[in-house]
């Protein structure tokens, strides 16, 4: 640890001079004579090398807003540099300025408390629910009547609408996450989102919302894991007025009940949270007016704050082309330092995703270093923001650098979970443009399989920086790791997402397979050489649901 320290800290004394970089030096020539599998093992070695710098407690964790996370944008802006990979940010530099609504939260924050005819209930904070931040004021309160409305979906196309029936005007909204199950995956990912639940809800007359916490869900992700996380800081966006982007003011507070005190709000007459979490997994979810009143507090510190993406560049040299750009993304921040667990308190990170960075820099280098005609831009971004909400993406989505530039598609690495050999990747959401074709011929050449979405029923196509781009209509994959070649690796997926996901225990002492990183960085980098050298820019697929909500939305 002290020699790494040390050498880390030799390394951020030349960091300083990438804030404003003029131009990058020029890169080491390529050794003539390299084999292939001489040359394949330096690609291991050096993405093994980034995750553990980025990785290591002296980052503490990264978190966004924090010194750790500026010193690992520092770091990877100077990696770009060295590669001979040009400035993208803003001014001539390797940044982009994301600006930042802190929301610091309070302990014991909040009240929550159900008033009916035979009394009144008061749930525990932590234990039984949790307030998210007011963005408005840092302080909000409401009592109004309530009204259970299923998954809080409208959805005219599949018949389905949470809200028949149903008057929100002045009322709280009660509902679960998800979406249907005879939905197909597209649509069941998009209904999902909390934010599409709370604009709708919103929209409807609603004064605040509670999102009540399934078994199902919770066996997926432990309620006491998301409670361990709530003292972290809330973020949003904030706009040139120095209030919130994104938000929905109309709901004055919202909080999140567990799954075990559902009971507490939902149970009315022969109505109960047990028969309606049934409901949900067959699809026979009604909604019902809530007897009595819920009574919602929420306190929290408001403070303007700033991060940074780290955007990197290289040109197209087709005039013609040169300003449509292929933007590679991978999120640099994590969860900072938090809640001790075995004694450990700083969240690193390293599959998540100092791995994806490392693999996304490697692509780059390849990149910078090919001979293939580019008749494209190619961006790299390291982004800020995606644990407080895809923050970073929405930014450069929103504004992207150079001023000006068209995003013409999105390649996203986020956790890629290389914990046991395999021969494989998975390509999520490459079904809906043509970017399907272009990764079948990149594969092919990179020799790797490419497998289906082995968790459709996460709806992580959404729950990644790439859905922020999808939003603005650009065509989007996003990459993980591969499950095939290995018994181990599927076990090894269950046994991490179970236990070290978003914990202390993801850190770079895993039996991380950095041979299999380099394949995934070798496919990254066959795929930008793909897209950047085609005549035609990737589309969405005619009657795309994604293509035809978004597509819309992208610059022409």
Request: with cysteine.
């Amino acid at each position: 640890m002290r020699r790494l320290v040390a050498l880390c800290g030799c390394a951020l004394l030349a960091l300083a001079g990438c804030q404003r970089a003029a131009a990058p030096a020029a890169p080491e020539a390529a050794p003539a004579a390299a084999s292939a599998s001489e040359s394949q093992h330096a690609q291991a070695r050096r993405i093994e090398a980034d995750v553990r710098f980025l990785a290591d407690d002296l980052l503490e964790g990264r978190e966004t807003g924090t010194r750790g996370y500026d010193l690992a944008a520092l770091y990877v802006a100077q990696r770009l540099r060295a590669m001979g990979v040009e400035p993208g940010g803003e001014d001539g530099g390797y940044f982009q300025t994301v600006p930042l609504l802190r929301a610091q939260r309070i302990d014991g924050g909040g009240t929550f408390r159900i008033e009916r005819a035979l009394g009144t209930v008061e749930l525990r904070f932590r234990e039984d629910y949790l307030p998210l931040p007011d963005f408005a004021s840092g302080q909000a309160e409401v009592t109004a009547p309530a009204a259970f409305v299923g998954q809080a979906v409208y959805a005219p196309e599949l018949e389905q609408d949470d809200f028949a029936g149903i008057d929100l005007r002045g009322k709280i909204a009660v509902f679960f996450n998800g979406a249907p199950a005879r939905f197909d995956r597209d649509r069941r990912a998009f209904y999902s989102s909390t934010r599409e639940k709370l604009a709708a809800v919103a929209q409807r007359g609603a004064v605040g919302a509670v999102m009540v916490s399934t078994d199902e869900e919770e066996k997926r992700y432990p309620w006491q894991r998301s409670a361990r996380q709530w003292d972290k800081p809330g973020m949003r966006l904030r706009g040139a007025d120095g209030g919130a982007l994104d938000t929905f003011p109309q709901l004055r507070v919202v909080a999140q009940v567990a799954a075990a005190r559902a009971g507490a709000v939902l149970d009315a007459g022969d109505r109960s949270a047990a028969e309606l979490f049934r409901q949900a997994r067959s699809g026979r979810l009604r909604g019902y007016d809530l007897p009595g009143t819920l009574s919602l507090a929420v306190r929290n510190r408001l403070e303007p704050a700033r991060s940074r993406n780290v955007v990197g560049r290289l040109p197209g040299r087709e005039p013609a082309l040169a300003d449509e750009h292929v933007v590679f993304t991978a999120h640099l921040d994590h969860l900072g330092i938090g809640a001790p667990v075995g004694g450990d308190a700083i969240y690193n990170g390293a599959l998540d995703n100092a791995l994806g960075v490392a693999v996304m820099l490697e692509a780059a280098r390849q990149l910078q270093r090919g001979a293939a005609p580019r008749k494209r831009s190619l961006l790299f971004v390291a982004l800020t923001g995606e644990e407080k909400g895809l923050l970073g993406a929405h930014w450069f989505a929103g504004h992207p650098t150079p001023a000006g530039a068209a995003l013409v598609a999105n390649v996203n690495m986020d956790m890629p979970v290389l914990l046991a050999p395999t021969s494989d990747a998975i390509a999520i959401g490459v079904e809906h443009s043509t970017l399907q074709a272009v990764l079948q011929r990149a594969a092919a050449q990179t020799g790797v399989a490419l497998s289906a979405d082995p968790m459709p029923e996460e709806s992580i196509f959404i729950r990644s920086d790439q859905y922020a781009f999808i939003r603005r209509g650009v065509p989007a994959v996003y990459l993980i790791g591969g499950l095939s070649g290995s018994e181990a690796a599927r076990g090894q997926l269950g046994a991490f997402l179970r236990g070290d996901y978003h914990q202390p225990g993801d850190d770079a002492s895993q039996p991380i397979q950095y041979a299999d990183a380099a394949r995934l960085a070798r496919l990254n980098a066959r795929i930008g050489e793909a897209i950047a050298g085609e005549d035609a820019r990737p589309a969405w697929n005619r009657g795309d649901f994604f293509g035809e909500t978004f597509g819309a939305a992208a610059k022409p």
